[in-house]
């Protein structure tokens, strides 16, 4: 194996995110089963909607006011939904910088056009950064892009676009169905369990694969 291309996963990952934040905002609005059609593994059509970018802010936002039967505002449905947001470490900035060195990077995100606003200022706020794609190659984002993980067009679309090598590619994400979709597509994937560890324990010092993150990935 000879991994020379690494697409990352951003929410998880890179960008630590808490659901069950979301899921208790929306409760507290009103919205007592909204955990019912919203979780990380599995999202109603709405939100799969909202992240290829084929439903808009406001539909989404009319959609819920709708499905909850509640006059809930724009700011208050967008604060509940951005709630899941937190913080990106510097320590996974600093590691970004230490691979680039060493392979070509790529971010692949399923987000959509409420949240990407929000963590780009938190970007801009902390680390001076005016877009994502600061530190990468390239930026996938599912809204922009029309498609979303797991579906295997959205890999290939990266790999077909910058000239990469299924067989020399690496994606790394914490969601099991995002990997398996990868795989199919025929990249090396890693999933990435951040209960129990993060993503800067995959590398070296010097900002290299680990030997045994690369047995991981064969197996």
Do not use: C
Request: glycine fraction near 6%; charge should be neutral.
């Amino acid at each position: 194996m000879n991994i020379r291309n690494i697409i990352f996963d951003l929410g998880g990952v890179l960008l630590n995110v808490d659901y069950t934040l979301t899921i208790e905002a929306f409760k507290k609005l009103g919205m007592a089963d909204f955990d019912q059609f919203f979780t990380q593994a599995a999202q109603v059509k709405l939100f799969d909607r909202l992240d290829t970018g084929s439903l808009s802010p406001g539909e989404f936002r009319d959609s819920l006011r709708e499905l909850s039967g509640l006059s809930l505002t724009d700011r208050q449905i967008d604060d509940a939904w951005n709630a899941m947001l937190l913080d990106m470490p510097l320590e996974r900035v600093e590691l970004l910088k230490r691979i680039d060195r060493h392979y070509r990077l790529f971010l692949l995100s399923n987000t959509n056009a409420i949240h990407y606003p929000v963590y780009m200022q938190y970007m801009r706020n902390t680390f001076g950064v005016n877009s994502l794609e600061a530190l990468f190659e390239k930026q996938y984002l599912s809204y922009e892009v029309g498609l979303r993980k797991p579906d295997p067009a959205i890999y290939e679309m990266i790999i077909r676009e910058n000239n990469l090598l299924a067989q020399e590619t690496l994606f790394i994400d914490d969601s099991r169905q995002h990997v398996e979709g990868a795989r199919q597509a025929g990249l090396y994937a890693l999933w990435l369990d951040v209960s129990k560890n993060q993503v800067q324990s995959l590398f070296n010092a010097g900002g290299r694969l680990k030997g045994v993150v690369r047995k991981m990935v064969r197996t």
